[in-house]
């Protein structure tokens, strides 16, 4: 009686309904169908009342949905995955940071994919405004961040709002990836480190051989047997199936396995004459045994040369592995390590195999506040880390607490050549002594 009465009393002949679709309810517009079909059916009421219903596709089957309203309207989306990156650019386009437009500097294949993800004008509007805020704010003192950087953060800030939050905590799955490279880095080097060690051992093993390969390695072989066989003037090895072996014979793989195959062999002297004398009766097994055979021809299977070979390249692999980028390092062996924890977030994993999200991600969560570093030298820190090369002479008012901030791979290819920076390395004043000989070693190679 109160809802006809309030339409009575009105002159309201359409009612919208949004929202209430968030429900996942169908019995809320059972009941609104049922109200408006009283309100229409009411004496009172001489005029017709419509109700309007705004809500997703899902919420009635295709059949339902045809017998539930009378007029079905289509609503076209403004902004899907795949037009949502033209939108963007036109609302950046309009947009100003340090007199340039907001856009300048983003690449391209970067707003791509992250628009992928964006299917809401509305998240399109808040990307921009966020963007805009930060861009300006963050570098209104004058310093230099990576815009993609910073707008890969606004993406992660609006598509993963929990991430974003854990980031800000340090904790969380993307926090743990990022501070765990340092650690993956220091176990792959060891493992090197190791292989290093066990190939410089067989290298002196390899040094005290007497034998210079397999085949000079069988004929000592033979030449044991012959000693122990007591006949001296043996020539062949007579086996234990009647058959004979001459020293060619023997050095050859069908030859050396037939002679080990055998239970007993003898020195056997002049084959060709019935009687041939033959020497004592060896065991070829018990003799390469005693020869430690197996060990001296798994020793000759790589040369001097090999072994030279791979600790030079396990070597090159440590020292380039030492001044990796996280973000190259996330595309081949350390991406193979969190690629599965990030199924679900295919954003992020892009984002930290192309290095707009990186160990550098700190920088772009807040403001920078000048004290143990002045604003130039952040903005050194951050030209180093962008792969800049600086004036030999460019002035570093901390030099020991830019050291400390600076990855290896910020100093190798000459990057490093700062004098401040060399001079206090070689001071040996920073605190991780085995980072600064790292260091000054890479900036000096």
């Known amino acids: ?17 949004e929202d209430l679709d968030r429900f996942d309810i169908q019995d809320i517009f059972f009941r609104l169908r049922e109200i408006n079909f009283i309100i229409r059916r009411s004496p009172q009421i001489k005029r017709p009342v419509h109700f309007i219903y705004a809500i997703r596709d899902e919420m009635f089957t295709v059949t339902d949905k045809t017998k539930f309203f009378d007029l079905i309207i ?4 403004v ?41 809401e004008m509305r998240l399109i509007k808040n990307i921009v405004n966020e963007y805009d805020i930060y861009a300006n704010l963050l570098t209104q003192d004058g310093l230099v961040l990576d815009p993609n950087k910073l707008f890969a953060m606004v993406a992660v800030r609006n598509l993963y709002p929990e991430i974003y939050a854990d980031l800000l905590k340090r904790k969380g799955v993307v926090h743990t990836i990022i501070e765990g490279y340092a650690t993956w880095v220091s176990g792959e080097t060891n493992k090197m480190a190791l292989a290093i060690t066990h190939l410089r051992e067989r290298r002196a ?7 210079s390969d397999l085949l000079h390695l069988r004929a000592c072989v033979w030449y044991e047997f012959m000693s122990r066989g007591a006949l001296n003037s043996a020539n062949s090895l007579w086996l234990q199936d009647q058959s004979p072996l001459t020293l060619v014979e023997f050095v050859s793989d069908a030859g050396f396995e037939k002679a080990c195959r055998s239970a007993n062999v003898w020195p ?19 003799i390469l045994n005693e020869l430690s055979y197996e060990t001296r021809a798994a020793r000759l299977e790589i040369s001097l040369e090999e072994i030279d070979t791979q600790l030079g390249l396990l070597q090159k692999q440590i020292a380039k592995l030492k001044t990796m980028p996280f973000k190259e390092a996330s595309i081949s062996g350390y991406g193979e390590t969190f690629t ?57 008012s901390n030099a020991e607490r830019v050291a400390g901030k600076l990855d290896l791979d910020s100093l190798d290819k000459g990057k490093g050549i700062l004098t401040y920076l060399i001079t206090e390395l070689a001071r040996h004043r920073v605190e991780d002594a085995d980072n600064r000989n790292a260091q000054l070693s890479l900036i000096l190679k």
């Open 268 to 286: 056997l002297f002049d084959l060709n004459r019935y009687g041939s004398p033959k020497g004592n009766a060896l065991q070829p097994l018990a």
């Open 79 to 119: 902004v899907n995955s795949e037009n949502s990156r033209e939108k963007l650019v036109e609302l950046m386009r309009d947009r100003k940071v340090a007199s340039k437009p907001l856009s300048d500097g983003l690449k391209p294949k970067l707003i791509e994919t992250v628009c992928y993800y964006v299917d």
């Open 1 to 17: 009686d109160e809802i006809i009465y309030c339409f009575e009393r009105s002159e309201i002949n359409v009612v919208v309904i």
């Open 340 to 396: 599965e924890r990030l199924k679900d977030c295919k954003l992020i994993t892009y984002l930290l195999h192309r290095g707009f999200l990186d160990t550098d991600y700190t920088d772009y969560l807040g403001y920078f506040y000048e004290g143990s570093l002045t604003q130039s030298d952040k903005n050194l820190i951050l030209a180093l880390g962008r792969g800049e090369t600086l004036d030999v002479g460019t002035p570093i």
């Open 205 to 211: 093993e390899r040094e005290l051989e007497v034998a």
């Open 74 to 77: 289509p609503i076209i989306p």
